[in-house]
């Protein structure tokens, strides 16, 4: 299809769209007070997440953190306990740190400027677009992978959506058609992508504002399209989870401040290893009293873990020292001098309320604090 006639089939849905959005939209709390700080942290948690999950975590986190100074001055184990369960935790990571970049160069207030927003850390074409667009009434597209399964069906395009090229042709020809109501469109192109022209399964055509335009669709082409290339498959990780548990309080380790899961609180883990037998640790110390099998994907690796259950009674004030030299020694980490070199005994309540424990643990945390109701 020719630049000019792809263009103008774009121009054509922009009437339908809107007056679909405004009839069939769904209620959600950003989009019913879109101010810049609103729209931010509603696109950051919306990436990789569903409306449905994040309903609950954006009002938490705007009660705790109402504007840009809030969340610029937050302490990293508030922000990460706030963000907990969500995953990906570098973008609240980054959120932080374009708000200390907001407050130390814009006032801040989030700059009404596409370029500046985009220079912004964590904020990129799409995000920079959602805000110019949604909240400041910028005419810049908003192109993520709703969008593209839309427009790719409309046009019944053979390109493949995960290539950057496709992206910015998409950009360019969206961004000579964008009406006076950019943010209404923007979103009525995420909404029908969300609800209507769906990513799995068979697309509600039926419920489609602009099925009578959509050249996928007239060529009975709906489910093949759009073209995407197959992601690489997971690298999977055997790992032992260890719940080591004394007086009630369970050990905890602290992440590395980098790589996957930076800075935060986790149970003692380790690549699983040759040998370990049935009911015991290594070094045959403690009986196991639970075992519990998990799985979580991350989007490089799986990690299929087993939990090992162990108690021990505090009997003098050397035990909680003995045992973390234990599980150094277990995990190959570094013993440590202090408390502040990243190893805890925490109750279960801190663990539930204070400690930022990343969601490839939840069914641990679960069985953490199940079995404290039961002690009660």
């Known amino acids: 299809m020719e630049q000019q006639e792809l263009r103008a089939l774009y121009a054509e849905t922009v009437p339908y769209l809107l007056q679909w959005y405004d009839y069939n939209r769904r209620i959600l709390p950003w989009r019913e007070e879109p101010t810049p700080y609103h729209v931010w942290v509603s696109e950051i948690m919306l990436q990789q997440t569903r409306v449905e999950a994040v309903k609950g975590y954006y009002d938490r986190?705007?009660?705790?953190?109402?504007?840009?100074?809030?969340?610029?001055a937050a302490e990293d184990e508030e922000l990460l306990k706030l963000w907990e369960g969500l995953g990906y935790y570098n973008r609240v990571r980054n959120m932080q740190k374009a708000a200390h970049v907001i407050v130390e160069q814009h006032g801040g207030e989030m700059p009404a400027d596409y370029e500046k927003l985009r220079a912004l850390p964590g904020i990129g074409d799409y995000t920079a677009g959602a805000i110019s667009s949604i909240a400041f009434g910028l005419p810049y597209p908003a192109v993520d992978g709703n969008v593209l399964r839309v427009m790719s069906r409309i046009a019944c395009s053979e390109e493949d959506i995960a290539k950057e090229q496709t992206k910015k042709k998409l950009k360019e020809d969206l961004t000579t058609i964008l009406p006076e109501r950019v943010g209404d469109y923007n979103q009525s192109l995420m909404e029908l992508g969300a609800v209507v022209c769906l990513p799995n399964g068979k697309p509600l055509c039926g419920q489609c504002p602009v099925v009578h335009l959509c050249r996928a669709f007239q060529a009975g082409r709906e489910m093949q399209l759009p073209v995407k290339a197959a992601k690489k498959e997971r690298r999977i990780e055997k790992r032992i989870v260890y719940l080591l548990s004394c007086d009630g309080r369970f050990l905890l380790h602290r992440r590395k401040p980098e790589g996957l899961l930076a800075g935060m609180w986790e149970f003692p883990n380790v690549l699983e290893l040759e040998g370990i037998s049935e009911g015991k640790v290594p070094e045959g110390t403690l009986a196991v009293t639970k075992r519990k099998k998990a799985k979580h994907i991350?989007?490089?690796?799986?990690?299929?873990m087993e939990g090992l259950w162990m108690e021990a009674e505090q009997s003098d004030g050397g035990v909680p020292e003995r045992l973390i030299a234990m599980m150094c020694r277990l995990t190959g980490e570094k013993e440590p001098a202090a408390e502040e070199d990243g190893w805890i005994f925490a109750s279960p309540e801190e663990i539930k309320e204070k400690y930022p424990m990343p969601s490839a643990f939840e069914a641990y945390c679960k069985e953490v604090y199940n079995e404290n109701r039961n002690r009660l």
Do not use: K
Request: aromatic share 16%; glycine share 0%.
């Open 61 to 72: 986190f705007l009660t705790r953190l109402p504007d840009i100074a809030a969340l610029a």
């Open 298 to 304: 991350f989007s490089h690796v799986e990690w299929h």
